[in-house]
């Protein structure tokens, strides 16, 4: 049983709303954390975000901090430590390697608390040969059985080019077809799909119960670019198995800080999240 709530809907009466329960993916603000973490961290909890999903994981640790340590660190500032993204390039390792890397990264996170280990991106020839891509799946099986037997779950992140065609198969629909449902999670990235020409909601229906930890995000800060329409994904989603939403923001009018906290406002404000 996870440790974490649920999101939570809002509900309005007036100007009271209920509290949600939305993260943000700290790569949006990864200067600020190479700067100064335990600062930046502090003006996350106190804009109103819940929890994070980091992206400074590195030989065991987390932005240089023992896992352990880092736990204490976001949860000081009223943050959960729920999602973690990852990155593993395994064209040039053999399976061995592979298995090393990813069991001390497990391991790490275990001891972080973290519930969600996502894999941000696979090595470029991934979608130019079919061969590697293959083994990324069979990889991403393996890791997300191990994941499970130490309380979490695995997950990838897509990008555009995920939608590319690869031998007449398009990229992330081999993937989802070929990970077991019950090991691997599909965390979809709405600007990446507006990019790649995919409706999310096609993909949703099509591939019922695996998407359940969402990435918000716009061309820019949430709801400013007119491009995505953001209530009818959340409103018309029946079948996804969304358990989180996580902000992120890669393009500002802002500073980062400032924008992550009007991508936060958008949500904590909008009547469909």
């Not at 009466?13 to 190479?34: C, F, H, P, T």
């Not at 691997?184 to 930890?213: H, K, M, S, T």
């Not at 716009?218 to 709801?223: F, I, N, P, R, S």
Request: hydrophobic share 40%; aromatic share 14%.
């Amino acid at each position: 049983m996870s440790i974490f709530p649920p999101l939570k809907l809002m509900a309005f009466d007036g100007a009271q709303k209920q509290e949600k329960y939305i993260g943000l993916q700290l790569w949006s603000v990864r200067g600020d954390m190479n700067e100064d973490p335990e600062g930046t961290l502090a003006r996350l909890g106190e804009m109103g975000y819940s929890f994070i999903e980091a992206a400074g994981y590195s030989d065991g640790k987390f932005y240089g901090m023992e896992p352990e340590s880092f736990k204490a660190l976001a949860e000081s500032k009223g943050l959960d430590f729920l999602s973690s993204h990852v990155m593993l390039a395994i064209e040039d390792m053999d399976h061995e390697q592979v298995m090393q890397w990813w069991e001390q990264c497990i391991d790490a996170h275990r001891k972080a608390g973290v519930r969600y280990i996502v894999q941000a991106a696979m090595g470029g020839a991934a979608v130019k040969d079919i061969d590697v891509l293959n083994r990324y799946i069979k990889m991403f099986n393996n890791v997300g059985r191990m994941a499970g037997e130490a309380g979490m779950l695995f997950g990838f992140h897509n990008h555009a080019v995920e939608f590319e065609t690869l031998d007449d198969v398009v990229v992330l629909e081999h993937m989802i077809e070929n990970t077991d449902p019950d090991l691997v999670f599909f965390q979809p990235d709405f600007y990446w799909f507006y990019r790649g020409g995919a409706d999310p909601l096609d993909y949703f229906e099509r591939y019922p119960g695996r998407f359940e930890v969402w990435h918000v995000k716009d061309y820019a800060e949430l709801g400013k670019s007119g491009k995505i329409d953001f209530e009818r994904i959340f409103t018309k989603d029946k079948s996804s198995g969304r358990k989180y939403i996580v902000v992120e923001v890669e393009q500002y009018n802002h500073e980062p800080l400032t924008s992550v906290n009007i991508s936060l406002d958008y949500l904590l404000n909008a009547d469909f999240s």
